[in-house]
């Protein structure tokens, strides 16, 4: 999915009850992901409760080579976007099993 099949989508979930334009959707879905953006980018954690939480991560300086010459290289601390998602969007992608069987091994 695209931002562009993204916005239908919202339009589609939110017009027929609360009368807004696509273009009002798409406005709101820019100015989320800028403000996202924004605040990750000062070091701080956007959590959106049950979709998940985006931070900023710390990437140690490490050894690395160049896939070209195969020579040894220094690749420089930097710090990453990082996304983690939360529990109610991991259900929703992997739910759990309806009816879990007792611990394997244990006797009652």
Known sequence: MN???LVDAVFNRAHSTN???KKQVEAIIS???EEIMEAVAKGEKV???GFGAFEPRERKA?????PKTKEKMQIPA???PAFSAGKL??????????SEPAAKGKKK
């Open 3 to 5: 931002k562009a099949e």
């Open 19 to 21: 009368n807004v334009t």
């Open 31 to 33: 100015a989320t992901v």
């Open 47 to 49: 959590t959106l409760v």
């Open 62 to 66: 490490r050894e690395g080579r160049n």
């Open 78 to 80: 930097t710090t990453v």
């Open 89 to 98: 969007f991991k259900e929703k992608v992997a739910p759990p099993a309806a």
